[in-house]
């Protein structure tokens, strides 16, 4: 068999290490630490461990089983699994266009915050002020500075998602910017990607270890260590254990057959697979001890924060000496001033705060609020909190960067393998329409209502249709392909066919967990009514919740609708040309008669 | 007569107390929060102390008013707390019966905030009066954002990156495109004389891929 001229990797590593550049990205960082939070540390990990064994591992697997043995991208390779099911390819490809259009606006978040951090007092630390210097402005009061400085300053953000604004400029620059950096990093191929992958799977992980030995030595840190590692019992664990593993390890996008694609074909991607899963899941776990190190210190100062400010409110109002109240006996000197100047005490008894670490370190927070708004409120009382900044920051732009050269190479792989766009563009500048494409629908995630926007794609553009994609890819190829097909064509590739546990996961299991999930999926979505949002008013200095109107929930439908309508399309039209394709046989073969 | 003399030297203290009353309407209450302030250096407060401050606060009516008359006789402080706090009114030097009124005194403070937090080592956080918002001090604004400055450096490192490549990549497929019509044209000499002979002389002989194998059957991780 002649090898044709199909770019490939430098060397294997390179294939590694952009799978776990794309697969280990802000999900690990902002939404595992809120589920380990959520369902109490060890309560959550069983579930996840076991979710990853049998759903996880099988699924990756999978695709890049297949991304290396037919030698194209997603539209390409599910074409030629079967032509009825080819449109699982065209979903795949649609999905990740929804993915790439919004991802990208939390890098542009990530440099606007980066930015920022090049300043003698970081931003977010002290509220600004009123026009007449007096007073901090009423909303940033309110709320806090960090709280200010997303909500205000970076987003500008409107009070309701029909209230568009207009386009940022800080944002809609550093989206610019964003957008650049992408198409600099893909623009050669993946020859070029294989470098960059380098740098954006290692940096993160680099910094990692600077903040665990940083939180670790942080005032406080223990607090949050021993609140992660107590468990909560919770059977929605198993839900979202098996849910995080899934969206986690980025199945169902294209982009690991994409990049499998592009390897030898005699790749033992059998080890590859276990290797990237586990590292993803390990990273998770090793971005939950350093968040829970943060959220420790975070609670613990706001916690002795809470406590001199009751101090100082006490000493103040009975005008005891300084040192008088010590914090450890705060309650005592309370109850006690409480019996004894009674009527004093009304006065300041609505002031009084009821100074709870526990409650302080129960304040869960996942996505852009964990990333941008608990973290930079830690950094501010860091030392040296520019350098940690920009640090955490890079970060989280690197694990970004990482995914969307993931998605990106889900799109643009299959648009290379059709012969048609390759002869007529160059591929710098396929690549380039794409990405200016997506920049230019991604502006819109730059109004003052984007974030709300962003929260709809977030949470519907890659969730249930990505669930429904996996649930067709492995039934196709379990019992459509047949079984013994894919043995064989895994046997000529590695040399060995796969072990039964591998055949049991594939053919029983993951479809059956698969399927257990969309049920929930729909029952949860019945059950709750009209969706809703968390809509920030400016008066209140609070996030408050609101139901979408009308014309968001037409959005929200067609996310859904639009990719997973292309498997029966697709299926619809095959069917009809074959039909055309035997008439015209029939009519052929009487003509020759 | 002596009598009467001591009679109003006794009663000056008692009109002095009568005029500084806590939550008066033209009184101030003081807070010095001392020990938070300066920890281990914190000092003691006294008698000399007080008179400093009704010093600084006599000062501060004077630069105020412009007035040279202000005296430390003019600032009467009462209900001194071991919190170290006090209330403190300011008497007219014409007329010593009759306070400054409130905003007076006010705007006097504010003017010379910073001399009176000097004077005692603390800021406007740990030397409150209480009704006298401190005024804070305004961020410098530079006259072009940092940030822009940096955004500047980065977007002009990634163009030219960008334009960098597109152009090497402009040129291999130019430098491409030559060397295959130069093989070309080769072919073609070749072609012409005829004799297929004579292509296996001109070239190197083909690569048959069915017999090339991968370095390893198994490419190692």
Redesign the interface.
Known sequence: ???DSRPSWEN??QF?LACVSYAVGLGNVWRFPYLCQMHGGGGFLIPYLIMLVVEGLPLFYLELAIGQHMRQGSIGAWSAINPYLGGVGIASVVVSIFLTIYYNVINAWS??Y???S????LPWV?C??SSN????VPECEKSSSTDYFWYRETLNISSSIEDHGGIQM?QA??LV?SW??V??CV??GTE?TGKVVYFTATFPYLVMIIYLIRGATLHGALNGLKYMFTPKVDPKAWIDAATQILFSLGLGCGSLIAFASYN?H???FE??AI?VSLINSGTSIFASLVTFSIYGFKATFNYESCLDRMQLLL??TF?????SIKTDHLDDWISHLNASFPDKFATISSQIEGCDLKSELDTAVEGTGLAFIVYSEAIKNMGLSQLWSVLYFSMLLMLGIGSMLGNVAAIITPLRDSAFLTRHF?K?TLTGMICLFCCLVGLSFTTRSGNYWFSIFNDYAATFSLLFIVLIEIITVCYVYGLKKFEKDIELM??HRPHWYWKITWSVISPFLIIGLFIFFIADYIMNGTPTYQAWDSDLGKTVTKEYPPFAQVVIGLLLVTSMICVPLVALITFIKKKKEQAKESKRSTKVC | MLARVLLALSLVPALALALCQPDGQDAYKV?L????ALGANAYEWNESEQFLFRATLAFAMRKYTGQETFNVSSVIVCNE?????FWFVVTNPNDTTTLIPKNGVEEAIRLSRNRINSAFLLSDKTLQFVGI?P??A???QPSLP???I??GV??GI??A??LA??IS?FIQ?KKKEKTIEDEEEKQERIMENGISFETLEGKDGVNN??Y?H?E??????
């Open positions: 068999m002649v090898e294997p590593m590694v440099f606007w980066i930015f920022h090049f300043q003698g007092t002290e600004p002020l210097l007096t007073t901090y800080g620059l550093c910017l650049m950096v198409y600099l623009l050669r070029a030898h005699n790749n033992n080890k590859q290797v000493i103040n005008d005891l000496t300084e040192d160059q710098e590695i040399g | 807070r929060s001392i020990k938070t707390t071991p919190r170290v706090s918002p005024t804070l305004p961020p410098s940092v940030w822009l940096v955004f980065v977007m990634v163009t990156g960008i490549l597109i990549g497929r891929g069915a090339s991968d390893d059957r198994l490419t190692q991780l």
